[in-house]
């Protein structure tokens, strides 16, 4: 019995999703502890193909119970959106299978829209925000200068906590941006069309994972984004502002003292990367677009295609190690079968020196990829199911990862769907 943590190790969308899906049978509760609706994690079941935002991935078994944790941005309009589009295709969310914790604070309609005013005002030195107000959530939740999900149990305190904050908000949506602002009504019908909806969910997320922990029950950690997303140890300020990092989880859960016995973190088989920041190993032009067509690298939520280049091991060791992962769930492999050879971006060159030490983040623009090659498999690996039956060249690519990202392979996927996976 272990409690369990799925974490990106890179830039995001690693195919985090599609393991939640396969591991949820294994445990009993799935938390998301970071985060909101800015990233998309894809799922492919015998339901349908679905992009959750901030849906915990283990919504779709049965008996599992799903939690949106204190550390999460709960944009309740959004949430409520998915929760009717899953409903709509069959899927089952009731206040059973989804608890959320009252202390997750609320993201309210300013964020959003302070989002793209920000972004706007920065022009071409922009941060390559998705505009869903996650920036300007976190900033006003830890200058607490937002409400907490529970305050909707006490609606006079909350009017009077929201006309505080509409006040202020207003002083800088109107001064700083020459925006319109907001009035208490407009606010009141907000919360009243959204925030009642989500009322029915909320719980007390320490006191139920204290029961959990006491019941031996299995917990699941699903992150959002990766480790060089992560505020404090990505590549800031091209970060997103929570910490998807796994050390984190058990704080933005609801209860602090969880231990995390096993960190999968999920690796692509080579590198993506969505929105601005340096990206050492990016590739341009008609390589780029092969890979990207292959591998059909368009954002989830934004459908914006993503940056791509070869398996970056510098940048993936460090992630590796930033999150403290015990094991690899490498994914897409299945796509780099059209290759002759398979480039691996093996050190940086930085000063003119070669390093095998990510750099820190003022530096990072200056680094070079020094790239080497493997030999390619050319040959469709997406019906394979077993380690053995991998192509010699497929085996000895993963043996390569292994070694020099200094982490066990566990998984290896070949496909999107449930069953596509290898176990060694
Ligand atoms: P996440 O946010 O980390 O869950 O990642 P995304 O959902 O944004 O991106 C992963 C994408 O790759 C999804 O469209 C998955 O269905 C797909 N995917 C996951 N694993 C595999 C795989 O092994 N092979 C292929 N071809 N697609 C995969």
Same mark, same amino acid.
């Given at each position: ?19 939640? *899906? ?16 800015? !990233? ?148 009141? *019908?907000?919360? #009243? ?20 922990? !006491? ?7 699903? !992150? ?28 933005? !859960?609801?209860?602090?003292?969880? @231990? ?7 690796? @692509?088989?080579? #590198? ?39 398996? *970056? ?37 930085? *000063? ?25 498999? @050319? ?46």
């Amino acid at each position: 019995m272990s409690n369990s943590a799925i974490v990106g190790i890179n830039w995001g969308d690693e195919g985090k999703g599609r393991m939640v *899906d396969l591991l949820t049978e294994q445990y009993d509760v799935v938390v998301r502890h970071q985060g909101g609706g800015n !990233a998309g994690h894809t799922v492919i079941n015998e339901k349908g193909k679905f992009a959750l935002h901030l849906l915990p991935s283990g919504i779709f078994r049965e008996g599992v119970v799903n939690v949106l944790g204190n550390g999460v941005a709960l944009d309740c309009e959004n949430l409520w959106k998915e929760i009717e589009e899953l409903r709509a295709k069959g899927v089952s969310v009731t206040p059973d299978n989804l608890k959320i914790s009252d202390r997750a604070s609320l993201l309210l309609p300013w964020h959003r829209e302070l989002d793209g005013l920000e972004e706007a005002r920065l022009a071409d030195k922009k941060y390559g925000s998705t505009r869903q107000g996650i920036a300007p959530f976190y900033s006003d939740k830890f200058q607490k200068k937002t409400v907490m999900a529970g305050e909707l149990r006490y609606p006079e305190r909350l009017k009077a906590h929201l006309s505080d904050l509409l006040e202020w908000k207003n002083l800088i949506l109107r001064r700083v941006y020459g925006a319109d602002g907001y009035t208490m009504e407009q606010l009141t *019908d907000w919360v #009243s069309t959204w925030g009642e909806k989500i009322r029915p969910y909320l719980c007390d997320a320490g006191k139920f994972f204290r029961d959990a922990v !006491a019941q031996r029950k299995r917990i699941l950690f699903e !992150a959002q984004l990766g480790s060089l997303r992560d505020l404090d140890y990505g590549i800031y300020p091209y970060t997103t502002s929570s910490n998807p990092v796994a050390a984190y989880a058990p704080v933005g !859960a609801g209860l602090p003292s969880m @231990k995390i016995d096993e960190v999968i973190g999920v690796v @692509k088989a080579y #590198s993506t990367c969505v929105g601005e920041g340096p990206f050492t190993c990016e590739w341009f032009g008609d390589e780029a677009e092969q890979l990207r067509k292959a591998g059909a690298e368009y954002g989830a939520k934004t459908g914006r295609p993503r940056r791509v280049g070869p398996m *970056d091991i510098v940048a993936t060791r460090y992630g590796i190690q930033v999150q403290g992962a015990t094991c690899i769930a490498l994914t897409k492999l299945d796509v780099l079968s059209y290759m002759e050879r398979i480039p691996v971006c093996a050190h940086y060159r930085l *000063d003119g020196e070669l390093t095998d030490d990510f750099p820190f983040p003022a530096a990072l623009p200056d680094a070079e990829p020094v790239t080497e090659y493997l030999d390619g498999w @050319k040959r469709d690996i997406s019906g394979v199911r077993k380690w053995e039956d991998l192509p010699d060249a497929a085996r000895k690519y993963v043996e390569y990862l292994e070694k020099n990202l200094e982490c066990p392979i566990r998984y290896v996927s070949v496909g999107p769907e449930r069953d596509a996976i290898i176990l060694r």
